[in-house]
């Protein structure tokens, strides 16, 4: 291929209201504040990226990331696209903290990258399956909001359903067994996102026996430092243990292996960066450890770029993508069509398939 270079680094925010605030243990959000780049290459091609990052889970907010963002413009500019790891490395090496910025960087490059190549991303990566099924999430609502939403979600052909969990322990199960009366027959998946002790994790599973209730998964029942604590919890738990703020680099995936603490790794581009993913990935199938591919709050950009992740390695157990905007609010068009609970990639597309909205 001839050599092009990176012409023009753009940087732009994204902002949009959600129809209904975001709840999880850790925090609430309102509107998605995450950052686009756009990078255009001698060629005319551009390649975009998104930045989604989420503060109390990876320490960025909008203002951080468009700064760190910006001062990567110089670095950036110039370079030949087929470079893009080089360039993935070297900013690492500088802003190791700023991973949510960063994989909007390696995102821009690779959608640019493989445009050029004029194949999919997807197929970049392995191509294994064009088609990705997802679970749907219910957040911390009243009970009888949430067996409305199982109703309904369930209805729509959802066969999983995600809800949020440890602010209270009685809440969460009550939330719990009305999930389950409204879709009866829909597993359930629980993301604690810290909120538990590990002695309070394992009463908690407990309590869901005790209602014949039985989690598919358990995501980051303690605090993500506690590895000993999250390793209690798996030897007295009859649910898979998934390790998700507790990983955002290859050597936390070793940790994980190395302390036996989790069944389950929760990849998230935002926490990683897609190259440092595809390690954690090839790290957790060397050890026989599951993986999982979840989300922050992404656009269609984010989200396709980790649908393409998916069908590309073809080795995610656990799908977590579900997306939280209205499609008439929403930015881009493109990539992958979703029909609930299938994304499909089309197999006409170039790179990442996503074009900003006019």
Known sequence: MERIKIIKVLIDPINV???????????????????????????????????????????????????????????????????????????????????????????????????????????????????????????????????????????????ILKTKVGKNLTDDIDRILAIRDGAPGCGITLDANQGY????????????EKNNIHPVLFEQPVIKTDLAGMRFVKDHSFVPIAADESVFTSADAINIVRTGCADVINIKI?????????????????????LMIGCMLETKLGLGCSVSLVAGLGCFSYVDLDPHIDPENEPFTGGPDYSAPYYTIPEDVSGLGIRRRQ
């Open 197 to 208: 002790s590990p002695v309070e994790a394992v009463h908690f599973l407990r309590e869901l």
């Open 17 to 159: 209201a959600l129809d209904e605030p975001f709840r999880i243990a850790i925090g609430t959000k309102y509107s998605i504040e995450n950052a686009l780049v756009t990078i255009v290459l001698s060629n005319g091609i551009e390649g975009y990226g998104e930045a989604a990052p989420l503060e109390p889970i990876n320490g960025e907010n909008q203002a951080t990331v468009l700064a760190t963002l910006n001062s990567c413009r110089d670095f950036l500019t110039g370079n030949d696209i087929s470079e893009y790891s080089a360039m993935a490395k070297k900013l690492k090496s500088v802003f190791w903290a700023q991973v949510t910025a960063r994989c909007a960087i390696e995102m821009a490059l690779l959608d640019a990258y493989t445009k050029c190549l004029d194949i999919p991303f997807y197929k970049f990566l392995g191509g294994s399956d064009n088609k990705v099924e997802t679970d749907y999430t219910i957040d911390i609502v009243a009970p009888d909001i949430a067996r409305i939403n199982a109703a309904k979600l369930s209805g729509k052909g959802y066969r």
């Open 270 to 290: 935002m926490k990683s960066g897609i190259l440092e993913a595809i390690e954690i990935a090839t790290i957790a199938r060397a050890a026989n450890i599951k």
